[in-house]
T-cell receptor, first 111, second 117 residues
Framework: SQQGEEDPQALSIQEGENATMNCSYK?????LQWYRQNSGRGLVHLIL?????REKHSGRLRVTLDTSKKSSSLLITASRAADTASYFCATDDPGTYKYIFGTGTRLKVLA | DAGVIQSPRHEVTEMGQEVTLRCKPISGHNSLFWYRQTMMRGLELLIYFNNNVPIDDSGMPEDRFSAKMPNASFSTLKIQPSEPRDSAVYFCASTRGAGGPGTDTQYFGPGTRLTVL
């Protein structure tokens, strides 16, 4: 079964607006990662946040992690049409090399 | 670095035929993962290898699926016989595997889109 569940499933915004997507997971983790998938392509790693971190930034991306609520959010500021993609969270399966991916959020940024 | 290489990119076959998907991980990476992605079930981990050894194949749907990694630079996923419900995009990913479990970035290949008629 899926470890991570993203919310919303789909999001449509205007260029320049901020996009926020959320991920909830079920079990304890060591870290959580966010990936982007453009249509017809493989997933591309965006950012990793460790369980002892609460917030992390990378360019226009901001990720937060709340381990007490077992949830994370990805914020994309000043969105661009090129940000149109599906975004997935992935959590590690502690003690293994496995990652479990969520269901994804389909983001559409309108020019 | 060329990244993770998968072949073929597209495969159309008829039910009952054998299908072999191929993957070349990034040189120096120690772990390799096979995923299947469908609209209904999302991204599912099928099997993963560490240092060429299959570690967890609990995601392999049934005996018709098999995977091998004969050396550090090559892996195959085989479906025999194929069925229409196997139609999906199959991804291969690799990680450096140097930082210990759960610490690595996964690098994905472009995927193989399989259609079984």
């Amino acid at each position: 079964s899926q470890q991570g569940e993203e919310d919303p499933q789909a999001l449509s915004i205007q260029e320049g607006e901020n996009a926020t997507m959320n991920c909830s997971y079920k079990t304890s983790i060591n870290n959580l990662q966010w990936y982007r998938q453009n249509s017809g392509r493989g997933l591309v790693h965006l950012i990793l946040i460790r369980s002892n971190e609460r917030e992390k930034h990378s360019g226009r991306l901001r990720v937060t992690l709340d381990t007490s609520k077992k949830s994370s959010s990805l914020l994309i500021t000043a969105s661009r049409a090129a940000d149109t993609a599906s975004y997935f969270c992935a959590t590690d399966d502690p003690g293994t090399y496995k990652y479990i991916f969520g269901t994804g959020t389909r983001l559409k940024v309108l020019a | 670095d060329a990244g993770v290489i998968q072949s073929p990119r597209h495969e159309v076959t008829e039910m009952g035929q054998e299908v072999t998907l191929r993957c070349k991980p990034i040189s120096g990476h120690n772990s390799l993962f096979w995923y299947r992605q469908t609209m209904m079930r999302g991204l599912e981990l099928l099997i993963y290898f560490n240092n060429n050894v299959p570690i967890d194949d609990s995601g392999m749907p049934e005996d018709r699926f098999s995977a091998k990694m004969p050396n550090a630079s090559f892996s195959t996923l085989k479906i025999q016989p194929s069925e229409p419900r196997d139609s999906a995009v199959y991804f291969c990913a690799s990680t450096r595997g140097a930082g210990g479990p759960g610490t690595d970035t996964q690098y994905f290949g472009p995927g193989t889109r399989l259609t079984v008629l």
